[in-house]
């Protein structure tokens, strides 16, 4: 269990995200950079257990804090990781992460810092306001907001934004102008913090239709409901 880099690590209870990031954010402060930490742990839940703690952090500022503006990204994740050795931290890269083993009292765990451009916008894209129950996840909405994009003639990057798809290039990063260039001119970025908040924004219909594609796309799983869980205990138990 826990993030998969590093011996020993363990998952954590989302409470313990202050600690973590109380070791992570000194070490940023050093630069006068800010983490924003995306995914459930952005709102975390009290006794809800993750295996690892995202955290985004700027490329381009930290080109320039460091002096390698124009440097290829895996040079200045090999600064930042650097930053954290010096630090006393085990660490290790891969991809755009630079992963760093925190340890409380006798427990260690992981946490991946994402080096990504415009990190401050981006990051926005991967916080989600999920109804306590839901069988959505942040990946269903993502692929909701992939949909909506598609519909309205555009691409949809979880990393840039809204992109032009002829261009290439990108359309905006803000979600409020996200919202209403695929939604509506009434739509703001509080419509896209979930499958249901997406769909309460659309004509029933469209939301309709939106959810039964989506249904189909191979990317598309669900957590079982109080409802699911509870029928599927009755079929084990022949009730």
Known sequence: MGGNVFQGTSD?????????????NPILAKLGI???????????????????????????????KFGLEGAKPVQIKSAL????????????????????????????????????????????FHVHDLPKGSP???????????????????????????VDAQTKEVVTRDLDEIAKLIIGPNAGAKDLGSVESIMSALPKETANAMLADLKQNKDWSELPTENTELQRIKQLSGL
């Open 136 to 162: 959505y996840k942040g990946k269903n909405k993502q692929l909701a907001v992939w949909w909506l994009s598609k519909q309205a003639g555009y691409n949809w990057s979880a990393f840039k934004g809204l």
């Open 34 to 64: 800010k983490g924003h930490v995306i995914g459930s742990g952005a709102t975390p839940t009290p006794g809800k257990m993750s295996g690892d703690l995202d955290v985004m952090v700027d490329q381009d500022a930290m080109a320039q």
């Open 81 to 124: 990781e650097k930053l954290y050795q010096d630090a006393g931290f085990e660490t290790a890269k891969s991809g755009v992460n630079v992963h760093v083993k925190v340890n409380l009292d006798d427990t260690a765990h992981q946490v991946d810092l994402m080096v990504v451009p415009h990190a401050e916008m981006v990051s926005k």
């Open 12 to 24: 954590f209870d989302q409470k313990d995200i202050p600690e973590m990031m109380a070791q992570i």
